[in-house]
Protein backbone atom coordinates (compact mmCIF):
# COMPACT_ATOMS: atom_id res chain seq x y z
CA UNK A 1 0.00 0.00 0.00
CA UNK A 2 1.25 3.66 -1.42
CA UNK A 3 0.12 6.90 -1.59
CA UNK A 4 -0.12 6.39 -5.62
CA UNK A 5 -1.83 9.63 -6.66
CA UNK A 6 -2.72 13.54 -5.60
CA UNK A 7 -5.56 15.77 -7.26
CA UNK A 8 -3.91 19.38 -8.08
CA UNK A 9 -7.00 20.22 -9.45
CA UNK A 10 -10.10 18.57 -9.53
CA UNK A 11 -13.08 17.41 -11.89
CA UNK A 12 -16.15 18.15 -12.16
CA UNK A 13 -17.37 15.17 -10.15
CA UNK A 14 -15.08 12.39 -9.69
CA UNK A 15 -15.59 9.60 -7.00
CA UNK A 16 -14.34 6.37 -5.97
CA UNK A 17 -16.50 3.60 -7.86
CA UNK A 18 -15.97 -0.02 -7.10
CA UNK A 19 -17.71 -2.99 -5.92
CA UNK A 20 -21.92 -2.48 -4.95
CA UNK A 21 -23.29 -2.28 -1.53
CA UNK A 22 -26.16 -4.71 -0.85
CA UNK A 23 -27.93 -5.24 2.30
CA UNK A 24 -29.42 -2.09 2.97
CA UNK A 25 -31.57 -0.85 0.45
CA UNK A 26 -34.15 -1.55 3.12
CA UNK A 27 -32.78 2.06 5.46
CA UNK A 28 -32.35 3.77 2.48
CA UNK A 29 -28.37 3.11 1.72
CA UNK A 30 -28.59 2.42 -2.79
CA UNK A 31 -25.63 0.31 -4.26
CA UNK A 32 -23.88 2.57 -5.60
CA UNK A 33 -20.88 1.48 -8.05
CA UNK A 34 -19.99 2.37 -11.59
CA UNK A 35 -22.13 4.16 -13.78
CA UNK A 36 -20.85 2.51 -16.54
CA UNK A 37 -20.16 -1.00 -15.17
CA UNK A 38 -18.90 -2.14 -18.57
CA UNK A 39 -16.05 0.12 -18.90
CA UNK A 40 -15.28 0.14 -15.41
CA UNK A 41 -15.10 -3.64 -15.15
CA UNK A 42 -13.02 -3.76 -17.87
CA UNK A 43 -10.93 -1.01 -17.15
CA UNK A 44 -9.98 -3.07 -14.24
CA UNK A 45 -9.07 -6.07 -16.15
CA UNK A 46 -6.59 -4.30 -18.50
CA UNK A 47 -4.30 -3.18 -15.13
CA UNK A 48 -4.81 -6.56 -14.03
CA UNK A 49 -7.51 -5.93 -10.79
CA UNK A 50 -10.55 -8.21 -10.34
CA UNK A 51 -13.20 -6.34 -12.51
CA UNK A 52 -14.88 -4.80 -9.42
CA UNK A 53 -11.58 -3.20 -8.03
CA UNK A 54 -11.91 0.38 -6.58
CA UNK A 55 -11.05 2.95 -9.73
CA UNK A 56 -11.85 6.21 -10.37
CA UNK A 57 -15.22 7.43 -12.09
CA UNK A 58 -14.44 10.86 -13.94
CA UNK A 59 -17.68 13.00 -15.14
CA UNK A 60 -17.59 15.12 -18.24
CA UNK A 61 -14.14 16.83 -17.25
CA UNK A 62 -11.61 14.96 -15.48
CA UNK A 63 -9.34 15.99 -13.08
CA UNK A 64 -5.30 17.13 -13.26
CA UNK A 65 -3.54 14.07 -11.85
CA UNK A 66 -0.13 13.63 -9.84
CA UNK A 67 1.56 9.86 -9.35
CA UNK A 68 3.17 9.88 -6.26
CA UNK A 69 4.54 6.49 -6.97
CA UNK A 70 5.45 4.03 -10.03
CA UNK A 71 2.31 2.24 -11.26
CA UNK A 72 0.30 1.43 -14.49
CA UNK A 73 -2.86 3.05 -15.10
CA UNK A 74 -5.83 2.86 -18.03
CA UNK A 75 -8.43 5.18 -19.13
CA UNK A 76 -12.04 3.43 -20.27
CA UNK A 77 -15.35 4.15 -20.83
CA UNK A 78 -15.81 7.54 -22.83
CA UNK A 79 -13.40 8.63 -25.11
CA UNK A 80 -11.27 11.56 -22.85
CA UNK A 81 -8.96 13.68 -24.08
CA UNK A 82 -6.36 13.23 -21.73
CA UNK A 83 -2.64 13.83 -21.49
CA UNK A 84 0.09 12.37 -19.82
CA UNK A 85 3.19 14.96 -19.30
CA UNK A 86 1.63 17.35 -21.84
CA UNK A 87 1.75 14.68 -24.61
CA UNK A 88 -1.28 13.01 -25.56
CA UNK A 89 -2.70 9.10 -25.09
CA UNK A 90 -5.08 6.83 -25.88
CA UNK A 91 -7.96 5.33 -23.80
CA UNK A 92 -8.40 2.05 -23.98
CA UNK A 93 -4.75 1.36 -23.14
CA UNK A 94 -2.15 0.90 -20.09
CA UNK A 95 0.43 3.25 -19.42
CA UNK A 96 3.31 2.69 -16.77
CA UNK A 97 3.79 5.99 -15.17
CA UNK A 98 6.43 6.93 -12.18
CA UNK A 99 6.20 9.62 -9.16
CA UNK A 100 5.92 12.81 -10.32
CA UNK A 101 4.12 12.19 -13.87
CA UNK A 102 1.07 14.34 -14.62
CA UNK A 103 -1.93 13.27 -16.00
CA UNK A 104 -4.90 15.60 -16.73
CA UNK A 105 -7.88 13.63 -17.87
CA UNK A 106 -8.92 16.82 -20.08
CA UNK A 107 -12.77 16.31 -20.82
CA UNK A 108 -14.94 13.75 -22.68
CA UNK A 109 -15.64 14.00 -26.45
CA UNK A 110 -18.37 10.93 -26.38
CA UNK A 111 -20.23 9.93 -23.49
CA UNK A 112 -20.24 11.18 -19.69
CA UNK A 113 -17.88 9.38 -17.69
CA UNK A 114 -14.62 7.42 -17.97
CA UNK A 115 -13.13 5.17 -15.48
CA UNK A 116 -9.28 6.02 -14.30
CA UNK A 117 -8.40 1.91 -13.07
CA UNK A 118 -4.29 1.72 -11.82
CA UNK A 119 -3.00 -1.82 -10.91
CA UNK A 120 -3.10 -3.22 -7.38
CA UNK A 121 -6.73 -0.62 -7.86
CA UNK A 122 -7.30 2.05 -4.80
CA UNK A 123 -6.98 1.42 -0.95
CA UNK A 124 -10.13 2.94 0.36
CA UNK A 125 -12.03 1.50 3.49
CA UNK A 126 -14.84 -0.96 2.63
CA UNK A 127 -17.89 0.23 3.87
CA UNK A 128 -21.06 -1.86 4.76
CA UNK A 129 -19.51 -4.28 2.20
CA UNK A 130 -18.78 -1.84 -0.56
CA UNK A 131 -15.66 0.44 -1.88
CA UNK A 132 -18.01 2.52 -3.67
CA UNK A 133 -19.02 6.17 -2.97
CA UNK A 134 -22.31 7.49 -2.27
CA UNK A 135 -21.84 11.10 -1.64
CA UNK A 136 -25.38 11.93 -0.84
CA UNK A 137 -25.01 9.52 2.19
CA UNK A 138 -21.22 9.88 3.27
CA UNK A 139 -20.90 7.19 2.57
CA UNK A 140 -17.61 5.13 1.29
CA UNK A 141 -14.96 5.97 -1.27
CA UNK A 142 -12.69 8.37 -0.02
CA UNK A 143 -13.91 10.02 2.74
CA UNK A 144 -17.53 9.56 1.55
CA UNK A 145 -17.72 12.69 -1.14
CA UNK A 146 -16.22 13.28 -4.03
CA UNK A 147 -12.48 14.12 -4.85
CA UNK A 148 -11.08 17.80 -4.44
CA UNK A 149 -7.78 19.60 -4.49
CA UNK A 150 -5.46 18.12 -2.42
CA UNK A 151 -6.73 14.44 -1.58
CA UNK A 152 -4.16 12.11 -1.72
CA UNK A 153 -5.47 8.47 -2.57
CA UNK A 154 -3.30 4.97 -1.71
CA UNK A 155 -3.39 2.04 -4.73
CA UNK A 156 -3.80 -1.93 -3.45
CA UNK A 157 -1.06 -4.56 -3.94
CA UNK A 158 -0.83 -5.09 -7.76
CA UNK A 159 -1.61 -9.09 -8.26
CA UNK A 160 0.83 -8.96 -11.55
CA UNK A 161 4.24 -7.34 -12.02
CA UNK A 162 3.96 -3.57 -13.54
CA UNK A 163 6.26 -5.19 -16.65
CA UNK A 164 3.97 -7.53 -17.60
CA UNK A 165 0.73 -4.52 -17.74
CA UNK A 166 2.48 -2.41 -19.50
CA UNK A 167 2.07 -1.79 -23.23
CA UNK A 168 -1.81 -3.57 -23.30
CA UNK A 169 -4.78 -2.01 -24.85
CA UNK A 170 -8.68 -3.71 -25.01
CA UNK A 171 -9.30 -5.74 -28.10
CA UNK A 172 -11.48 -3.22 -31.23
CA UNK A 173 -14.34 -5.48 -30.40
CA UNK A 174 -14.77 -5.29 -26.69
CA UNK A 175 -14.45 -1.82 -26.87
CA UNK A 176 -17.56 0.34 -25.91
CA UNK A 177 -18.88 3.02 -27.91
CA UNK A 178 -21.50 5.02 -25.93
CA UNK A 179 -22.54 7.05 -28.63
CA UNK A 180 -23.75 3.43 -30.36
CA UNK A 181 -25.95 2.76 -28.42
CA UNK A 182 -29.38 4.75 -28.49
CA UNK A 183 -32.06 2.89 -27.46
CA UNK A 184 -32.73 2.03 -23.87
CA UNK A 185 -33.94 -1.32 -23.13
CA UNK A 186 -36.86 -1.71 -20.43
CA UNK A 187 -39.43 -3.79 -18.84
CA UNK A 188 -42.70 -2.13 -18.42
CA UNK A 189 -44.21 -1.46 -14.77
CA UNK A 190 -43.95 -1.71 -11.85
CA UNK A 191 -47.01 0.94 -12.21
CA UNK A 192 -47.47 1.09 -16.08
CA UNK A 193 -51.52 0.15 -16.16
CA UNK A 194 -51.71 3.80 -14.26
CA UNK A 195 -50.76 5.48 -17.88
CA UNK A 196 -53.55 5.66 -20.75
CA UNK A 197 -52.51 3.41 -22.93
CA UNK A 198 -51.83 6.49 -26.22
CA UNK A 199 -49.44 7.54 -23.83
CA UNK A 200 -47.54 3.84 -22.83
CA UNK A 201 -47.35 3.74 -26.61
CA UNK A 202 -46.07 6.93 -27.47
CA UNK A 203 -43.57 6.74 -24.27
CA UNK A 204 -42.23 3.78 -27.04
CA UNK A 205 -42.53 5.77 -30.31
CA UNK A 206 -41.17 8.87 -29.80
CA UNK A 207 -37.59 9.96 -29.22
CA UNK A 208 -36.41 11.34 -25.62
CA UNK A 209 -34.22 14.56 -24.83
CA UNK A 210 -31.62 14.39 -22.23
CA UNK A 211 -32.05 17.32 -20.13
CA UNK A 212 -28.74 19.11 -18.52
CA UNK A 213 -30.21 17.95 -15.32
CA UNK A 214 -28.27 14.06 -14.56
CA UNK A 215 -26.39 13.31 -11.69
CA UNK A 216 -25.81 9.54 -10.26
CA UNK A 217 -29.01 9.50 -8.69
CA UNK A 218 -31.10 10.06 -11.31
CA UNK A 219 -31.08 11.62 -15.74
CA UNK A 220 -34.06 13.44 -16.63
CA UNK A 221 -35.28 12.87 -20.00
CA UNK A 222 -38.10 14.86 -21.40
CA UNK A 223 -40.51 14.59 -24.88
CA UNK A 224 -43.70 14.13 -24.44
CA UNK A 225 -46.53 14.73 -21.59
CA UNK A 226 -47.63 11.51 -20.76
CA UNK A 227 -51.61 11.08 -19.20
CA UNK A 228 -53.03 8.81 -16.42
CA UNK A 229 -56.14 7.10 -16.14
CA UNK A 230 -58.74 8.76 -13.72
CA UNK A 231 -58.75 6.54 -10.71
CA UNK A 232 -60.17 6.86 -6.99
CA UNK A 233 -57.14 8.09 -5.05
CA UNK A 234 -56.27 6.72 -1.96
CA UNK A 235 -56.35 9.66 1.08
CA UNK A 236 -52.65 8.98 1.82
CA UNK A 237 -51.33 9.43 -1.77
CA UNK A 238 -50.36 12.59 -2.92
CA UNK A 239 -52.94 15.05 -5.00
CA UNK A 240 -51.55 14.40 -8.60
CA UNK A 241 -52.48 11.42 -10.21
CA UNK A 242 -48.86 10.40 -10.80
CA UNK A 243 -48.38 10.18 -7.47
CA UNK A 244 -48.74 7.22 -5.29
CA UNK A 245 -48.29 5.47 -1.64
CA UNK A 246 -44.40 5.72 -1.19
CA UNK A 247 -42.88 2.63 -3.00
CA UNK A 248 -39.26 0.69 -3.68
CA UNK A 249 -38.09 2.34 -6.30
CA UNK A 250 -35.39 -0.20 -8.64
CA UNK A 251 -31.97 1.00 -9.95
CA UNK A 252 -33.23 1.84 -13.24
CA UNK A 253 -36.98 2.82 -12.67
CA UNK A 254 -38.40 5.36 -14.47
CA UNK A 255 -40.65 8.12 -12.61
CA UNK A 256 -42.99 10.87 -14.19
CA UNK A 257 -43.78 13.04 -11.67
CA UNK A 258 -47.16 14.88 -13.43
CA UNK A 259 -46.07 12.83 -16.47
CA UNK A 260 -44.01 15.45 -17.25
CA UNK A 261 -40.86 14.40 -18.16
CA UNK A 262 -38.77 10.65 -17.22
CA UNK A 263 -36.38 10.42 -14.44
CA UNK A 264 -34.57 7.20 -14.83
CA UNK A 265 -33.21 6.36 -11.54
CA UNK A 266 -29.28 5.43 -11.41
CA UNK A 267 -26.70 3.86 -9.35
CA UNK A 268 -27.60 5.99 -6.27
CA UNK A 269 -31.06 5.78 -6.30
CA UNK A 270 -33.44 7.14 -3.38
CA UNK A 271 -34.43 4.06 -2.44
CA UNK A 272 -38.27 5.06 -1.72
CA UNK A 273 -40.50 7.77 -3.47
CA UNK A 274 -44.64 8.59 -4.44
CA UNK A 275 -43.95 8.74 -7.94
CA UNK A 276 -45.61 6.19 -10.86
CA UNK A 277 -42.72 4.64 -12.60
CA UNK A 278 -43.94 3.45 -16.18
CA UNK A 279 -41.11 1.27 -16.83
CA UNK A 280 -37.31 -0.04 -15.68
CA UNK A 281 -34.22 -0.19 -17.40
CA UNK A 282 -32.75 -3.47 -17.73
CA UNK A 283 -29.05 -3.57 -16.17
CA UNK A 284 -27.82 -4.05 -19.46
CA UNK A 285 -28.48 -0.63 -20.78
CA UNK A 286 -27.56 0.82 -17.42
CA UNK A 287 -24.43 1.00 -18.75
CA UNK A 288 -25.84 3.89 -21.75
CA UNK A 289 -27.69 5.69 -19.29
CA UNK A 290 -24.63 6.28 -17.57
CA UNK A 291 -22.77 7.65 -20.54
CA UNK A 292 -26.06 9.68 -21.51
CA UNK A 293 -25.01 13.51 -21.84
CA UNK A 294 -27.20 16.67 -21.76
CA UNK A 295 -28.92 16.74 -25.59
CA UNK A 296 -28.87 13.02 -26.58
CA UNK A 297 -31.58 11.23 -27.73
CA UNK A 298 -32.79 7.92 -26.84
CA UNK A 299 -35.74 5.46 -27.69
CA UNK A 300 -37.36 2.80 -25.31
CA UNK A 301 -37.73 -0.64 -26.35
CA UNK A 302 -39.20 -3.58 -24.36
CA UNK A 303 -37.52 -6.73 -23.96
CA UNK A 304 -38.25 -9.55 -22.27
CA UNK A 305 -36.29 -10.84 -18.97
CA UNK A 306 -34.32 -13.47 -20.87
CA UNK A 307 -33.19 -11.28 -23.69
CA UNK A 308 -32.35 -8.89 -20.95
CA UNK A 309 -30.08 -11.87 -19.37
CA UNK A 310 -28.36 -12.84 -22.21
CA UNK A 311 -27.76 -9.58 -23.22
CA UNK A 312 -26.22 -9.07 -19.87
CA UNK A 313 -24.08 -12.18 -20.28
CA UNK A 314 -23.42 -11.53 -23.48
CA UNK A 315 -21.57 -8.31 -22.36
CA UNK A 316 -20.33 -9.79 -18.93
CA UNK A 317 -17.94 -12.18 -21.00
CA UNK A 318 -16.14 -9.79 -22.15
CA UNK A 319 -14.53 -8.72 -18.78
CA UNK A 320 -11.91 -11.25 -19.51
CA UNK A 321 -8.14 -11.86 -20.54
CA UNK A 322 -9.29 -13.18 -24.29
CA UNK A 323 -10.42 -9.37 -25.05
CA UNK A 324 -6.71 -7.95 -24.13
CA UNK A 325 -4.38 -7.93 -26.57
CA UNK A 326 -0.79 -6.29 -26.90
CA UNK A 327 -0.07 -2.84 -28.75
CA UNK A 328 2.97 -1.40 -30.82
CA UNK B 1 -57.05 -3.31 1.47
CA UNK B 2 -54.87 -5.87 1.67
CA UNK B 3 -55.24 -8.30 -2.07
CA UNK B 4 -55.87 -11.98 -2.09
CA UNK B 5 -53.09 -12.33 -3.78
CA UNK B 6 -49.91 -10.21 -3.91
CA UNK B 7 -49.56 -8.33 -7.24
CA UNK B 8 -45.70 -9.64 -8.58
CA UNK B 9 -43.81 -7.36 -11.03
CA UNK B 10 -40.89 -6.62 -13.21
CA UNK B 11 -38.71 -4.00 -11.99
CA UNK B 12 -35.99 -4.18 -14.85
CA UNK B 13 -34.23 -7.79 -14.96
CA UNK B 14 -32.65 -7.47 -11.28
CA UNK B 15 -35.86 -6.51 -9.08
CA UNK B 16 -38.93 -7.59 -7.61
CA UNK B 17 -41.75 -6.07 -6.47
CA UNK B 18 -44.62 -7.63 -4.25
CA UNK B 19 -47.34 -5.68 -4.28
CA UNK B 20 -49.79 -6.98 -1.22
CA UNK B 21 -52.37 -4.42 -1.44
CA UNK B 22 -53.03 -1.13 -1.84
CA UNK B 23 -53.31 1.00 1.29
CA UNK B 24 -51.30 1.99 4.29
CA UNK B 25 -52.62 0.24 7.21
CA UNK B 26 -50.71 -1.06 9.87
CA UNK B 27 -51.80 -4.79 8.96
CA UNK B 28 -50.77 -4.17 5.54
CA UNK B 29 -47.30 -2.38 6.51
CA UNK B 30 -46.74 -5.21 9.43
CA UNK B 31 -47.37 -7.84 6.88
CA UNK B 32 -44.77 -6.65 4.44
CA UNK B 33 -42.27 -5.82 7.39
CA UNK B 34 -42.74 -9.78 8.31
CA UNK B 35 -42.26 -11.10 5.26
CA UNK B 36 -39.09 -8.90 4.35
CA UNK B 37 -37.63 -10.14 7.45
CA UNK B 38 -38.08 -13.39 7.00
CA UNK B 39 -36.77 -12.94 3.71
CA UNK B 40 -33.94 -11.32 5.29
CA UNK B 41 -33.10 -14.82 7.79
CA UNK B 42 -33.76 -17.22 4.88
CA UNK B 43 -30.40 -16.11 3.22
CA UNK B 44 -32.12 -17.02 -0.20
CA UNK B 45 -29.06 -17.71 -2.82
CA UNK B 46 -29.55 -14.76 -5.14
CA UNK B 47 -31.30 -12.08 -3.38
CA UNK B 48 -28.98 -8.72 -3.00
CA UNK B 49 -31.10 -6.20 -0.86
CA UNK B 50 -35.02 -5.55 -0.03
CA UNK B 51 -36.59 -2.62 0.66
CA UNK B 52 -40.00 -2.82 2.35
CA UNK B 53 -42.69 -0.31 2.38
CA UNK B 54 -46.65 0.35 3.18
CA UNK B 55 -47.92 -2.02 0.93
CA UNK B 56 -44.68 -3.36 -1.34
CA UNK B 57 -41.84 -5.49 -0.75
CA UNK B 58 -39.04 -4.46 -3.53
CA UNK B 59 -36.68 -7.02 -3.74
CA UNK B 60 -33.03 -7.19 -5.97
CA UNK B 61 -31.91 -10.54 -6.88
CA UNK B 62 -28.89 -12.03 -8.95
CA UNK B 63 -31.00 -12.92 -12.10
CA UNK B 64 -27.98 -15.45 -12.73
CA UNK B 65 -28.64 -17.06 -9.47
CA UNK B 66 -32.43 -16.84 -9.03
CA UNK B 67 -34.86 -16.42 -11.15
CA UNK B 68 -38.01 -14.20 -11.30
CA UNK B 69 -40.33 -17.29 -11.06
CA UNK B 70 -38.05 -18.90 -8.22
CA UNK B 71 -38.14 -15.85 -6.49
CA UNK B 72 -41.68 -15.32 -6.59
CA UNK B 73 -42.05 -19.42 -5.25
CA UNK B 74 -40.36 -18.41 -2.07
CA UNK B 75 -41.97 -15.19 -1.65
CA UNK B 76 -45.27 -17.30 -1.99
CA UNK B 77 -43.93 -19.91 0.82
CA UNK B 78 -43.05 -16.89 3.16
CA UNK B 79 -46.61 -14.98 2.41
CA UNK B 80 -48.26 -18.47 3.28
CA UNK B 81 -46.65 -18.19 6.96
CA UNK B 82 -47.78 -14.48 7.79
CA UNK B 83 -51.47 -14.47 6.69
CA UNK B 84 -52.59 -14.75 10.34
CA UNK B 85 -50.70 -12.26 11.80
CA UNK B 86 -51.07 -11.40 15.49
CA UNK B 87 -48.02 -9.52 16.42
CA UNK B 88 -44.32 -8.51 15.08
CA UNK B 89 -41.30 -7.92 16.58
CA UNK B 90 -40.83 -4.15 17.19
CA UNK B 91 -38.38 -2.46 19.45
CA UNK B 92 -39.45 1.23 21.09
CA UNK B 93 -36.79 4.12 20.43
CA UNK B 94 -37.21 7.14 22.15
CA UNK B 95 -35.82 9.89 20.52
CA UNK B 96 -35.09 13.51 22.47
CA UNK B 97 -36.66 16.19 20.31
CA UNK B 98 -37.02 20.27 20.55
CA UNK B 99 -40.14 21.98 19.08
CA UNK B 100 -40.57 25.58 17.47
CA UNK B 101 -38.88 28.45 17.97
CA UNK B 102 -35.66 28.81 15.69
CA UNK B 103 -35.70 24.60 16.10
CA UNK B 104 -38.86 24.31 14.45
CA UNK B 105 -39.49 27.75 12.27
CA UNK B 106 -43.18 26.00 11.06
CA UNK B 107 -44.14 24.46 14.76
CA UNK B 108 -46.05 27.66 16.07
CA UNK B 109 -48.19 27.99 12.32
CA UNK B 110 -48.44 24.13 12.17
CA UNK B 111 -50.30 24.53 15.56
CA UNK B 112 -52.65 27.44 14.72
CA UNK B 113 -53.06 25.42 11.64
CA UNK B 114 -54.81 22.62 14.02
CA UNK B 115 -56.34 24.79 16.25
CA UNK B 116 -54.53 24.22 19.18
CA UNK B 117 -51.93 25.82 21.77
CA UNK B 118 -48.06 25.36 21.61
CA UNK B 119 -48.60 22.83 24.41
CA UNK B 120 -51.13 21.03 23.09
CA UNK B 121 -49.74 20.70 19.79
CA UNK B 122 -46.22 19.28 21.10
CA UNK B 123 -48.57 16.72 23.54
CA UNK B 124 -50.89 15.34 20.35
CA UNK B 125 -47.42 14.95 18.85
CA UNK B 126 -45.47 13.57 21.70
CA UNK B 127 -47.27 12.08 24.28
CA UNK B 128 -47.68 8.38 22.59
CA UNK B 129 -45.76 6.22 20.41
CA UNK B 130 -45.50 6.66 16.52
CA UNK B 131 -45.44 3.92 13.98
CA UNK B 132 -42.40 3.71 11.84
CA UNK B 133 -43.64 2.10 8.52
CA UNK B 134 -40.82 2.69 6.08
CA UNK B 135 -37.20 3.59 6.12
CA UNK B 136 -36.08 4.60 2.90
CA UNK B 137 -35.35 7.68 0.23
CA UNK B 138 -32.58 8.46 1.64
CA UNK B 139 -30.10 6.76 4.54
CA UNK B 140 -32.30 6.03 7.83
CA UNK B 141 -34.96 8.53 6.75
CA UNK B 142 -38.20 7.39 8.47
CA UNK B 143 -41.87 7.47 7.46
CA UNK B 144 -43.38 7.86 10.95
CA UNK B 145 -47.33 7.70 11.66
CA UNK B 146 -49.19 8.18 14.74
CA UNK B 147 -51.07 4.90 16.14
CA UNK B 148 -53.92 6.41 17.28
CA UNK B 149 -56.42 8.17 15.51
CA UNK B 150 -57.18 11.74 18.05
CA UNK B 151 -53.25 11.62 18.39
CA UNK B 152 -52.89 13.56 14.79
CA UNK B 153 -51.25 16.77 14.53
CA UNK B 154 -51.02 17.69 10.87
CA UNK B 155 -48.47 19.69 9.17
CA UNK B 156 -48.81 21.62 6.10
CA UNK B 157 -46.71 20.69 3.20
CA UNK B 158 -44.50 23.47 1.74
CA UNK B 159 -46.00 24.33 -2.05
CA UNK B 160 -42.66 24.89 -3.55
CA UNK B 161 -39.96 22.33 -1.39
CA UNK B 162 -37.26 24.01 0.00
CA UNK B 163 -33.93 23.65 -1.57
CA UNK B 164 -32.25 22.84 1.74
CA UNK B 165 -33.14 21.39 5.12
CA UNK B 166 -30.57 21.78 8.14
CA UNK B 167 -29.96 17.78 8.91
CA UNK B 168 -31.58 16.60 12.31
CA UNK B 169 -34.41 18.80 11.42
CA UNK B 170 -38.29 16.80 12.46
CA UNK B 171 -40.72 17.28 9.50
CA UNK B 172 -44.70 16.84 9.33
CA UNK B 173 -46.35 16.54 6.29
CA UNK B 174 -49.83 15.44 6.87
CA UNK B 175 -49.67 12.93 9.67
CA UNK B 176 -46.52 11.60 8.65
CA UNK B 177 -43.52 13.22 10.62
CA UNK B 178 -39.84 12.53 8.73
CA UNK B 179 -36.02 13.03 10.42
CA UNK B 180 -34.06 14.55 7.50
CA UNK B 181 -31.19 12.38 8.87
CA UNK B 182 -28.65 13.87 5.64
CA UNK B 183 -29.94 17.73 4.61
CA UNK B 184 -32.14 17.08 1.23
CA UNK B 185 -34.46 19.46 -0.08
CA UNK B 186 -37.49 19.09 1.53
CA UNK B 187 -41.49 20.19 1.77
CA UNK B 188 -42.66 18.81 5.29
CA UNK B 189 -43.30 21.49 8.01
CA UNK B 190 -40.15 21.86 10.13
CA UNK B 191 -41.75 21.56 13.92
CA UNK B 192 -38.78 20.52 15.65
CA UNK B 193 -34.71 19.12 15.89
CA UNK B 194 -33.22 16.18 17.10
CA UNK B 195 -29.87 16.80 18.13
CA UNK B 196 -29.02 13.06 18.00
CA UNK B 197 -29.48 11.86 14.36
CA UNK B 198 -30.53 7.87 14.12
CA UNK B 199 -28.15 8.00 10.98
CA UNK B 200 -24.30 8.24 11.88
CA UNK B 201 -22.29 7.48 8.72
CA UNK B 202 -18.96 7.88 10.66
CA UNK B 203 -20.08 5.34 13.08
CA UNK B 204 -18.76 7.29 16.01
CA UNK B 205 -21.40 6.67 18.59
CA UNK B 206 -21.94 3.52 20.61
CA UNK B 207 -25.14 2.77 19.33
CA UNK B 208 -23.66 2.40 15.83
CA UNK B 209 -20.68 0.10 16.09
CA UNK B 210 -23.02 -2.34 14.13
CA UNK B 211 -24.67 -0.27 11.35
CA UNK B 212 -25.10 2.97 10.13
CA UNK B 213 -28.54 3.44 10.29
CA UNK B 214 -30.27 2.94 13.89
CA UNK B 215 -34.35 2.90 12.82
CA UNK B 216 -36.07 0.02 10.76
CA UNK B 217 -39.35 -0.69 9.75
CA UNK B 218 -41.80 -2.01 12.41
CA UNK B 219 -40.12 0.33 15.03
CA UNK B 220 -41.49 2.54 17.63
CA UNK B 221 -41.11 5.71 17.98
CA UNK B 222 -41.44 7.96 21.53
CA UNK B 223 -40.33 11.57 20.97
CA UNK B 224 -39.30 13.06 24.34
CA UNK B 225 -39.80 16.74 24.31
CA UNK B 226 -36.78 18.34 25.43
CA UNK B 227 -35.47 22.29 26.58
CA UNK B 228 -32.51 24.37 25.69
CA UNK B 229 -30.53 23.21 28.67
CA UNK B 230 -31.26 19.32 27.65
CA UNK B 231 -30.28 19.77 24.37
CA UNK B 232 -26.77 21.51 25.24
CA UNK B 233 -26.44 18.56 27.22
CA UNK B 234 -27.51 15.63 24.50
CA UNK B 235 -25.27 17.98 21.82
CA UNK B 236 -22.36 17.33 24.17
CA UNK B 237 -22.60 13.66 24.68
CA UNK B 238 -22.94 13.33 21.26
CA UNK B 239 -19.65 15.28 20.37
CA UNK B 240 -17.92 13.13 22.99
CA UNK B 241 -19.85 10.23 21.41
CA UNK B 242 -21.17 9.20 24.58
CA UNK B 243 -24.96 9.55 23.99
CA UNK B 244 -26.87 6.54 23.59
CA UNK B 245 -30.57 6.26 22.48
CA UNK B 246 -33.23 4.65 25.05
CA UNK B 247 -34.02 1.21 23.07
CA UNK B 248 -36.74 -1.03 24.74
CA UNK B 249 -36.40 -4.61 22.90
CA UNK B 250 -40.26 -5.83 22.08
CA UNK B 251 -43.51 -6.55 20.43
CA UNK B 252 -46.10 -5.29 18.23
CA UNK B 253 -49.59 -6.87 19.41
CA UNK B 254 -51.53 -5.85 16.26
CA UNK B 255 -54.60 -7.95 16.72
CA UNK B 256 -54.55 -6.15 20.10
CA UNK B 257 -54.15 -2.70 18.64
CA UNK B 258 -57.13 -3.33 16.09
CA UNK B 259 -59.31 -4.39 18.71
CA UNK B 260 -58.48 -1.27 20.73
CA UNK B 261 -58.87 0.90 17.15
CA UNK B 262 -62.64 -0.35 17.33
CA UNK B 263 -63.06 0.39 20.60
CA UNK B 264 -63.47 -3.45 21.61
Redesign the interface.
Known amino acids: MSEVIEILKKGLQTSVQGN?R????????P?SGPMDEYSHHIGNVLVGNKPDAASLEITMVGDRIKFLSDTVFAITGANFSAKLNKQPIKCWRTYRVKAGDILDLGFSTNGCRGYLSIAGGFNVPVV?GSTSTYA????GGHK?RYLIEGDILESGESAVPLEQLEGLAVADEAIYKPESERTLY?????QADLYKDESVKEFFDIEWEVSPILNRTGVRLTGTQLYFKDRIK?P?EGKDLSNI?????????MQTPSGKEIICMAKDV????GFA?IG?????SMNTVGQLRPGDKVKFKEIS?EE??EK??ERRAKYSKEYITKYE | MIYDEPRY???????L?M?TG???SIRQNCMVIEI?RLLTESKIKGV???????????V?YN??EI??EDLKKELENIRSNVKQLDEIPSRIVEIPIIYGGKWGPDFEATAEYNKVSVEKAIELHSSELQWVG????????P?VRPLRKDQKLHGKIYDSPRTYTPLGTIGLG?ITTTFY??A?PGGYAMIGYIPAVPYD??QLLPDFQK???L???GDRIKFKPIDVDELNYIRQQVIERQFRFNIKEGIFKLSEWEKEQRGE
Open positions: YYGYFGQGIPMPGLVGITLGPDDIDDGIPVGGVTAGKTVVTYLAKLM | MYGGDQFIENDMNLNSQPTWRSLLQPFSFLVGFVPGHFGTVTPASAILRA
